[in-house]
């Protein structure tokens, strides 16, 4: 099976959701230690970040929303329903669904405000860019015999991840807490989805139009 058995993915889970539970209502209801540290990491972060290394990391940001998250999320689908990956594609589109209902929701639960700015919460784009980075590692890379190219593209994953993570901290509607979080859900999701991957999967090997699918 293509996503193994974790023994940690419990936990994983359990810890994710209560750390993003604690962020979540020091946010909401204004802590005046995170407030007053969510008012000036923004500014400190335009300060210590030059402009040049600011727009190197713009384009993966990019892939972390909007068309750019839409185009990177089909590619994914179209070439592993191609492949015969029919079961994780299945999978990669339910949890990219499942993923858009819970930001989405949270988004609207959660209402922060730093320096009279709305601030979106929790991040968008870290919550998505650690979906769509978990299922090239889980997916994709595992399938590269060499292990130089799976070291290449786990190099330009994590660059991707830290610098999607930057520019959502310099971003005047978001901050620190709302980047952290967004990231922090994301795992919690998951791990659920993934271990919905493990129970299901067999069971959609033996549908009709999944039965010749690696899984």
């Not at 936990?11 to 959701?17: D, K, N």
């Not at 040049?52 to 750019?68: A, C, M, R, T, V």
């Not at 967004?182 to 009709?208: C, H, I, M, T």
């Amino acid at each position: 099976m293509i996503i193994a058995k974790s023994r940690t993915r419990f936990v994983t889970m359990v810890v994710s959701l209560i750390l993003f539970i604690m962020i979540s209502i020091l946010t909401y209801h204004n802590s005046g230690l995170l407030h007053s540290l969510m008012r000036i990491d923004h500014s400190i972060a335009q300060t210590v970040i030059p402009n040049w290394l600011e727009n190197f990391l713009k384009p993966f940001y990019f892939f972390s929303h909007g068309f750019g998250l839409f185009f990177i999320s089909f590619l994914i689908i179209f070439f592993l329903w191609g492949f015969k990956f029919k079961i994780p594609a299945t999978w990669v589109l339910i949890t990219n669904v499942g993923g858009f209902l819970i930001i989405n929701i949270a988004s609207l639960l959660f209402k922060s405000k730093i320096n009279d700015v709305q601030v979106v919460y929790p991040a968008h784009s870290t919550f998505y860019m650690t979906l769509l980075i978990s299922y090239f590692l889980l997916i994709i890379v595992p399938e590269i015999y060499r292990s130089s190219f799976q070291f290449i593209l786990q190099t330009i994953l994590l660059l991707g991840w830290v610098a999607t993570f930057i520019i959502t901290v310099l971003l005047p509607d978001y901050n620190f807490a709302s980047a952290l979080a967004g990231w922090l859900l994301a795992l919690v999701w998951l791990q659920f989805s993934e271990n919905g991957y493990r129970v299901y999967a067999p069971d959609f090997y033996r549908r009709k139009g999944f039965s010749n699918s690696w899984y």
